[in-house]
């Protein structure tokens, strides 16, 4: 695992078949984390439909991935409490989604509101364009008959 500065997360080399691995990665700031598996055949054995490998991964982020009855045992907390923590990571989990969402519709805003004035400007010069092309186009038939005396 690796964060988008490359920076090594977790590694674990030597996967035997039918193990289950569970493991914790804490990233320090929020960031897209990059999962690599690789299936290495041992000697001899050969690639073939035959040799197959089964991966299942869940992820889990935020609240979802603390142990909340191992924080209240450690803490030596009552069920209460246990479910007031539970709670306050999902509202703190929600105000973060809130605040990411509202940067996001801001940022989403700006780049419509400048998209719109290049639109409306490329326009405008599009217009005047088309009128002085006109005017030329005028101005140049009237020369032009002007000169055959069709005028």
Same mark, same amino acid.
């Given at each position: 695992m690796t964060d988008r500065f490359d920076n090594r997360l977790h590694v674990n080399n030597n996967i *035997?078949?039918?193990d289950q691995n569970t493991f914790v990665v804490t990233t320090p700031m929020h960031s897209d984390v990059d999962v690599c598996f690789v299936n290495n055949l041992n000697e001899g054995v #050969?690639?073939?439909d035959l040799v197959n490998a089964q991966v299942e991964l869940s992820i889990k982020t935020g609240y979802e991935a603390v142990d909340f009855n191992?924080?209240?045992r450690l803490e030596d907390l009552k069920p209460a409490e *246990?479910?007031?923590r539970k709670m306050e #990571?999902? *509202?703190?989990?929600m105000v973060t989604e809130r605040q990411y969402?509202?940067?996001r519709e801001k940022a989403l805003r700006d780049t419509n509101e400048s998209t719109y004035d290049r639109v409306k400007w490329f326009s405008v010069a599009s217009m005047a364009l088309l009128v002085v092309m006109g005017i030329y186009q005028v101005l140049?038939?009237?020369s032009f008959l002007k000169k055959k005396k069709a005028i």
């Open positions: *035997v078949q039918n #050969s690639y073939s191992e924080l209240g *246990v479910e007031l #990571s999902i *509202v703190q989990s969402l509202n940067e140049h038939m009237r």
